[in-house]
């Protein structure tokens, strides 16, 4: 069975500061995709980055990037100069070979002024 | 692009109606549609997945007579709560993909509270 972990169930980070969150996973595919999904106060799903598992180099999307650990299962993901705005639960994900995602447990964020 | 609409964004029922909720892809075709459900500060747990004509694939655990999905068109589906109850109260939340593989990227939409009073 595919697993996502996600172990920080809350995390703040001051204004301008960067911060990290953790996610590790379990499958048996070799070809894999992974995400990151943002969910504000409005409950609106973000995609924020994905990685495509044969792809060695991390994915960046402007002050968010991934350190994609493949042979120790981890993605995490690194926000550079926090803004308020990225306040918000975080889940990692993983997608099955049937289109099916499958959610960590979340972390949520505070970006604090 | 790759808007997914949801109405109503909240409802308020007695316990014993039922309640449906539309997903709409407003601006592709969706193939695979997927209900979430998801309780306060918690994870999205996965309920079912719909493809066009077909019978929804419902998860382990799920009632598939309590929440009956339609998927009629390229562009619908549909949730309906039947005799719905206080612990059906929770926030549904559907996506929309233009295929059913993994390289298909979901498009979420806003989401529908529900409260069964």
């Known amino acids: 069975a595919q697993t996502v972990t996600q172990s920080q169930p809350e995390m703040s980070v001051q204004e301008a500061e960067t911060v990290t969150l953790s996610c590790t996973y379990d499958t048996s595919e070799?070809?894999?995709?992974?995400?990151?999904y943002k969910q504000p106060p409005s409950r609106q799903m973000i995609l924020v980055i994905r990685q495509e598992a044969y792809k060695q180099q991390n994915a960046t999307e402007n002050r968010f990037s991934v350190n994609f650990q493949k042979a120790a299962k981890s993605f995490s993901l690194k926000i550079?100069?926090?803004q308020l705005g990225d306040t918000a639960m975080y889940f990692c994900a993983l997608v099955d070979q049937g289109g099916k995602l499958i959610f960590g447990q979340g972390t949520e964020l505070s970006v604090k002024p | 692009g790759a808007v997914v609409s949801q109405h109503p964004s909240r409802v308020?029922?007695?316990?014993?109606?039922?309640?449906?909720i539309e997903c709409r892809s407003?601006?592709?075709?969706?193939?695979?549609?997927f209900w979430y459900r998801q309780f306060p500060k918690q994870s999205l747990m996965l309920m079912a997945t719909s493809n066009e004509g077909s019978k929804a694939t419902y998860e382990q655990g799920v009632e598939k007579d309590k929440f009956l999905i339609n998927h009629a068109s390229l562009t619908l589906s549909t949730l309906t709560v039947t005799s719905a109850h206080p612990e059906d109260s929770s926030f549904y939340i559907c996506s929309a993909s233009r295929g059913g593989g993994r390289s298909y990227e979901q498009y979420f939409g806003p989401g529908t509270r529900l409260t069964v009073t």
């Open chain 2, 26 to 33: 407003l601006d592709f075709q969706a193939t695979t549609m």
């Open chain 2, 12 to 20: 308020i029922c007695k316990s014993g109606t039922s309640v449906k």
């Open chain 1, 30 to 36: 070799s070809n894999y995709y992974l995400f990151w």
């Open chain 1, 80 to 82: 550079s100069d926090s």
